[in-house]
């Protein structure tokens, strides 16, 4: 999957694209075919950067439901012959999810279109695991027949079947289907539902890690096993490591780190960061100056997650440096430096801003440190963080900095979290929004009464406006 192309932030689809509430707010103010095509833009090309962990189909289908719209682009797209040349589940994943909330609001229609999809679509197990949490049943039990087809009865199709059924997010059809009065369904899913458990069982037995016994030199030798195969294994290495090497390992172990292959040395350097070893500093400095790009990403990794006093001193020395290891410091500072760090974290997070833009991945440290140290100088970086960033996430974190940075939070950003698409944001915003604005309270009454809200958000609300609740 392509990255998306994300539009500016001042603009209709923009908004809806990062998932701002000001995106609902403004959709339900513009002309409805206008905020309808934006809002299927979104759908139909999910703009999420890591669509696995940040949110947008609630959100997406409450627009949805404001907007009285019909799911015809939605069907056009699932139902499109692309689907069956492209079958990334991330080609239709936000749509199926969409249509997923959309049903459990009581969409009948997006029932039906899911239903149809899980029967003849290529991401038919996306749809099912939907279906799993809305459907009855009734509609479930018609699946089977569609869904066993998929896979052929010979030997391969069986082992198929078995993986499918094995690694089912949602295992409620399944065993609808084992129980099916059909037998030619229930003895098959049965058959599968064994074989699957006996190949996880299989595997479980055939471990092809490090055993017991192993010398220093086997665990970096099995790390350089798998760089010559393309795969980073410095990191359980470390971990084996951890269980082998003993005090008169030590010596053999400082070498590695300091001129070994690449390999043992990433798994060296985190074995002795982990273990705060006194020399792990140094070598962590010296790796960064004369490692390859490898060991230099592997040094600042272990650097990170030193928790010693030692590690925070070493920080306030290299927090200045323009290299990775300066921000690493920065971050460092963030999670474990005091009040006296305020500055060199405020200085770490406007130079990542103004070198990476707002969607680096070190601002997700760094903005939280803003956050817990109450930089209230980190205002006003953090409020142009909050607007531009492509990440929920992200914003999230923000949002959660500024209420505890910016007295104007209250009633400025806290009031259009309430319609975030990520639940923490809406969980701020309901322990912060300033109920003098009658949008807030509401809003915070359409979620505390809304079944598909978070249990999170909706204690969040009930402790502004329960029974108990203080006088606004």
């Given at each position: 999957?392509?990255?998306?192309?994300?539009?500016?932030?001042?603009?209709?689809?923009?908004?809806?694209?990062?998932?701002?509430?000001?995106?609902?707010?403004?959709?339900?103010?513009?002309?409805?075919?206008?905020?309808?095509?934006?809002?299927?833009?979104?759908?139909?090309?999910?703009?999420?950067?890591?669509?696995?962990?940040?949110?947008?189909?609630?959100?997406?289908?409450?627009?949805?439901?404001?907007?009285?719209?019909?799911?015809?682009?939605?069907?056009?797209?699932?139902?499109?012959?692309?689907?069956?040349?492209?079958?990334?589940?991330?080609?239709?994943?936000?749509?199926?999810?969409?249509?997923?909330?959309?049903?459990?609001?009581?969409?009948r229609d997006a029932l039906a279109l899911l239903r149809r999809?899980?029967?003849?679509?290529?991401?038919?197990?996306?749809?099912?695991?939907?279906?799993?949490?809305?459907?009855?049943?009734?509609?479930?039990?018609?699946?089977?027949?569609?869904?066993?087809?998929?896979?052929?009865?010979?030997?391969?199709?069986?082992?198929?079947?078995?993986?499918?059924?094995?690694?089912?997010?949602?295992?409620?059809?399944?065993?609808?289907?084992?129980?099916?009065?059909?037998?030619?369904?229930?003895?098959?899913?049965?058959?599968?539902?064994?074989?699957?458990?006996?190949?996880?069982?299989?595997?479980?037995?055939?471990?092809?890690?490090?055993?017991?016994?192993?010398?220093?030199?086997?665990?970096?030798?099995?790390?350089?096993?798998?760089?010559?195969?393309?795969?980073?294994?410095?990191?359980?290495?470390?971990?084996?490591?951890?269980?082998v090497a003993g005090p008169g390992d030590r010596p053999e172990?400082?070498?590695?780190?300091?001129?070994?292959?690449?390999?043992?040395?990433?798994?060296?350097?985190?074995?002795?960061?982990?273990?705060?070893?006194?020399?792990?500093?140094?070598?962590?400095?010296?790796?960064?100056?004369?490692?390859?790009?490898?060991?230099?990403?592997?040094?600042?990794?272990?650097?990170?997650?030193?928790?010693?006093?030692?590690?925070?001193?070493?920080?306030?020395?290299?927090?200045?440096?323009?290299?990775?290891?300066?921000?690493?410091?920065?971050?460092?500072?963030?999670?474990?430096?005091?009040?006296?760090?305020?500055?060199?974290?405020?200085?770490?997070?406007?130079?990542?801003?103004?070198?990476?833009?707002?969607?680096?991945?070190?601002?997700?440290?760094?903005?939280?440190?803003?956050?817990?140290?109450?930089?209230?100088?980190?205002?006003?970086?953090?409020?142009?963080?909050?607007?531009?960033?492509?990440?929920?996430?992200?914003?999230?974190?923000?949002?959660?900095?500024?209420?505890?940075?910016?007295?104007?939070?209250?009633?400025?950003?806290?009031?259009?979290?309430?319609?975030?698409?990520?639940?923490?944001?809406?969980?701020?915003?309901?322990?912060?929004?300033?109920?003098?604005?009658?949008?807030?309270?509401?809003?915070?009454?359409?979620?505390?009464?809304?079944?598909?809200?978070?249990?999170?958000?909706?204690?969040?609300?009930?402790?502004?406006?329960?029974?108990?609740?203080?006088?606004?």
């Amino acid at each position: 999957m392509f990255d998306p192309v994300i539009a500016p932030s001042g603009t209709l689809l923009g908004l809806l694209q990062r998932g701002r509430g000001d995106g609902t707010l403004h959709a339900l103010t513009a002309p409805r075919a206008e905020a309808l095509a934006a809002l299927n833009h979104c759908v139909l090309r999910d703009p999420r950067h890591d669509w696995q962990v940040e949110n947008r189909s609630l959100y997406y289908a409450r627009l949805f439901l404001d907007l009285d719209g019909e799911p015809d682009e939605i069907e056009a797209h699932l139902f499109d012959s692309e689907d069956a040349l492209d079958t990334d589940e991330s080609r239709t994943g936000l749509a199926l999810a969409v249509l997923g909330h959309l049903a459990s609001y009581g969409r009948r229609d997006a029932l039906a279109l899911l239903r149809r999809y899980a029967a003849t679509g290529a991401n038919w197990a996306w749809a099912l695991d939907e279906l799993a949490l809305r459907d009855d049943d009734a509609g479930l039990r018609a699946l089977a027949a569609p869904v066993l087809a998929r896979f052929s009865t010979d030997a391969e199709g069986e082992a198929e079947l078995a993986a499918a059924v094995r690694d089912a997010f949602e295992p409620r059809p399944w065993r609808l289907w084992a129980d099916d009065p059909r037998e030619s369904v229930a003895t098959r899913v049965r058959a599968a539902h064994e074989a699957g458990s006996f190949d996880l069982w299989q595997r479980q037995m055939r471990p092809t890690g490090p055993r017991p016994g192993w010398s220093v030199r086997a665990v970096f030798d099995w790390a350089q096993q798998g760089a010559d195969r393309g795969t980073a294994r410095h990191v359980p290495a470390a971990r084996c490591l951890t269980a082998v090497a003993g005090p008169g390992d030590r010596p053999e172990i400082l070498r590695a780190a300091r001129a070994g292959t690449d390999a043992a040395r990433c798994t060296a350097l985190r074995y002795l960061a982990d273990g705060d070893d006194p020399d792990a500093l140094d070598l962590v400095e010296s790796a960064v100056s004369d490692g390859s790009a490898t060991v230099v990403e592997a040094a600042v990794e272990a650097f990170e997650r030193m928790r010693g006093a030692a590690a925070v001193d070493r920080a306030r020395g290299w927090a200045r440096r323009p290299d990775p290891l300066g921000a690493a410091a920065g971050r460092v500072l963030a999670c474990r430096g005091t009040v006296r760090d305020r500055d060199l974290v405020l200085a770490a997070l406007r130079e990542a801003v103004r070198g990476e833009g707002p969607d680096a991945p070190t601002l997700w440290t760094l903005v939280d440190g803003a956050g817990r140290l109450v930089i209230t100088c980190a205002a006003p970086v953090l409020r142009h963080i909050y607007r531009e960033t492509a990440s929920s996430h992200l914003r999230g974190r923000a949002a959660r900095a500024l209420a505890a940075t910016d007295p104007s939070f209250p009633a400025g950003f806290a009031v259009e979290c309430l319609w975030d698409c990520e639940e923490t944001t809406r969980e701020i915003a309901a322990r912060h929004a300033e109920t003098g604005d009658t949008r807030v309270v509401e809003r915070l009454r359409r979620l505390a009464s809304d079944p598909a809200e978070e249990d999170e958000v909706q204690t969040a609300v009930r402790s502004r406006i329960g029974p108990d609740a203080p006088t606004a």
